[in-house]
């Protein structure tokens, strides 16, 4: 536990040096990493130490300008990265309306004004002091000398706070060079000879009379001042709820490399009263800022496939191609018919398209969008292979004829990959099944080496009674699998969302032998934690159906129900990411199973090990076992643990 202590704060000071010096060639004008990229970074840091200083602090100018005082506070905002962490934030900040903003993708500036003529332009700096560019912003478009209302001076002495942007049209004309809009402002705003802020240009969206006037009551009346003076305002949406404001966010997602001329990194989310008490803060809380994400596409539905495994039809989404963190992505899950009727989803709606941590990419919901046309998916009516109605359960669309060929060969291919009878191979499982010769899986362990023969020598080489090596392999191996835990047995089945981590789970629950299991019923199984209803349905279900033929393999001898918890790694469970160096991940699982252990494919807070050759890397596995306290482990130590333990 004290490694792991060293090796969370290890990756603070690491976090801590990154993140200062990014900052620092972010407000030099020379941007190393996107926003994305420095969000994740802040982001680990936030989870690792909440309250650590540099979380509280904007960042630095550069030491080429007179140093000036902010009158309005510049500080940074909270960030939600996906809809789940902006509903978390929006459930303790009900708002009978959500003002909703562009979050401008450029660089932070101050116009201070006394009686109305502007006196200075101020960076974002610290957040409390930054650089004197006034010479520079006097160029840029949208910077306003004086404040006119009504054909007269305004006497408004105070600060008004925009983003200092450079719009696509100008970057691919004059700075292509440049990596992007935002490196390119930075660059010009800061240079001491001024050359090239005319082709900037200034969107404001706050403003602070100082002297004690009121010009404005809500942050709406804010917004019609600013216009009313001359200045570019960020555009402003009003959404009546949470759910308006993540369908506008995804709407925003598809149109801001089309139709928005400037870059924009997210939505500023904020009520309509004015908290000067909360805006005062380091990172006010009364807003947030929504932000667009790398792991997140808005694409155009084209068609919908469907997947057959066993009996199970699961429809699957083809798009318009999108990048997702870095990998070009066309499919996406639709999960099942009621998914997609939730989804409300349809050929030609636009969706969004998410790929979160190591999940494989999903629908997550429609753009709602009017006068778009679309035409309903339609469904599959029966079985491709044996011509049966299909049955459509909502959660899932399957074939219910259990002698349906392909049902049948996929659960003899499941029962041969979770069993791991490897010389057992698909091609010769598929044979078998073609030949008659393999119908169930009690026929498996029925098998001679003379069954087996012809499918390793020609006529001509059995007529001259040779033996043949690969059949006699074959046998042994499939001997050598007669004995086998509870939960290996039952996952082997194919039953649907019944895997061996499933069975698991229950077998730990009293669920100890096959009777107790194949005598549950669905509110017994439905008790287990982890356990919904719906797949407690679906597991008795898949039970019933199978129960002749596991009673029958048992009563018979075929196989034998081993105690595997009775094994060296009793009551531990690991969790195996990475290549591993020595061996096959399915072999070090089996080699856990083997002696009583159990595997999971995720991590959850009652595993026991994570096992990684990459102790130090910070993917999400890595990360989420530091912050649950699990013990993080190298192959090296894995193998000394079993060595010494067997």
């Not at 490196?183 to 404001?204: F, H, P």
């Not at 570019?232 to 598809?254: F, G, T």
């Not at 400037?262 to 309509?272: F, S």
């Not at 009793?570 to 020595?582: D, N, P």
Request: one cysteine or more; charged letters at 30%.
């Amino acid at each position: 536990m004290a490694e792991l202590f060293e090796e969370v704060e290890n990756r603070i000071k690491t976090l801590e040096v990154l993140i200062k010096k990014y900052q620092k060639s972010y407000y030099d004008g020379e941007g190393e990493i996107s926003d994305a990229e420095f969000d994740k970074l802040w982001d680990e840091l936030k989870e690792l130490d909440p309250q650590n200083e540099i979380l509280s602090k904007v960042g630095a100018d550069s030491g080429n300008f007179a140093k000036i005082r902010h009158v309005m506070p510049m500080g940074s905002q909270e960030k939600a990265a996906n809809p789940e962490q902006f509903l978390e934030w929006a459930a303790k900040h009900v708002y009978e309306e959500y003002l909703v903003e562009y979050k401008l993708d450029g660089a932070s500036l101050e116009l201070q004004y006394e009686h109305g003529y502007l006196k200075r332009a101020v960076t974002r700096g610290d957040g409390s002091i930054g650089d004197d560019i006034t010479a520079n912003a006097k160029k840029m478009q949208g910077v306003l000398p004086a404040l006119m209302l009504d054909g007269q001076i305004l006497d408004f002495t105070g600060g008004i706070r925009g983003e200092v942007i450079m719009t696509h049209e100008v970057h691919e004309k004059h700075f292509s060079d440049k990596a992007n809009c935002r490196n390119a402002a930075n660059g010009l705003m800061k240079r001491k000879d001024g050359e090239g802020s005319q082709y900037l240009t200034l969107i404001v969206y706050d403003a602070l009379a100082t002297d004690g006037q009121v010009f404005f009551k809500t942050e709406k009346e804010k917004i019609r001042f600013l216009m009313n003076l001359g200045f570019s305002v960020v555009k402003l949406v009003i959404c009546k709820n949470p759910q308006r404001v993540i369908d506008y966010r995804a709407k925003v997602m598809e149109d801001r490399k089309s139709v928005i001329p400037y870059d924009i990194d997210g939505l500023v989310v904020k009520e309509d009263a004015i908290n000067f008490e909360d805006a005062s803060r380091a990172r006010p809380d009364r807003q947030i800022a929504f932000k667009f994400s790398l792991e997140e596409a808005v694409s155009t539905l084209r068609e919908v496939e469907w997947s057959i495994s066993g009996a199970t039809y699961t429809p699957v989404a083809i798009f318009d191609e999108v990048e997702l963190n870095g990998t070009k992505v066309q499919r996406a899950s639709l999960a099942n018919p009621d998914t997609m009727r939730s989804l409300g989803v349809e050929i030609g709606s636009h969706v969004v398209v998410v790929k979160r941590g190591e999940i494989i990419p999903k629908i997550e919901n429609v753009v709602e969008e009017k006068n778009l046309v679309t035409t309903p998916i339609v469904f599959p009516q029966v079985c491709e292979c044996c011509g049966t109605k299909l049955v459509d359960e909502g959660s899932r669309l399957f074939c219910p004829n259990k002698g349906c060929e392909k049902r049948v060969l996929h659960q003899l291919l499941k029962f041969q990959q979770v069993v791991d009878i490897r010389d057992l191979g698909e091609t010769l499982v598929t044979e078998l099944f073609k030949n008659k010769k393999v119908t169930c899986i009690s026929d498996l362990y029925r098998l001679s080496v003379e069954d087996l023969v012809p499918y390793f020598l020609n006529e001509e080489s059995i007529e001259n009674e040779k033996e043949s090596a690969g059949a006699i392999k074959v046998y042994n191996s499939i001997q050598n699998h007669r004995k086998m835990p509870l939960s290996t047995f039952l996952g082997a089945f194919d039953i649907e969302g019944f895997g061996e981590t499933s069975a698991e789970k229950l077998v730990a629950a009293g669920f100890n032998t096959l009777e107790k299991m194949l005598e549950a019923n669905e509110m017994q199984i439905a008790s287990v934690y982890g356990f919904a209803q719906i797949m407690a349905k679906t597991i008795c279900e898949g039970l019933k159906e199978n129960s002749e033929e596991m009673r029958r393999i048992v009563e018979e001898g075929l196989v034998e129900i081993t105690g595997g918890a009775e094994g060296a790694l009793s009551g531990k469970s690991f969790c195996f990411t990475g290549e591993l160096y020595t061996m096959k991940r399915a072999d070090a699982e089996q080699l856990v199973k083997k002696n009583g252990g159990t595997t999971k494919s995720s991590v959850t807070k009652d595993l026991s090990f994570l096992v990684t050759n990459d102790t130090q890397s910070g993917s999400s596995k890595n990360k989420k076992a530091q912050q649950l306290g699990i013990s993080i482990i190298d192959e090296k130590q894995f193998l000394s643990m079993v060595n010494s333990l067997v």
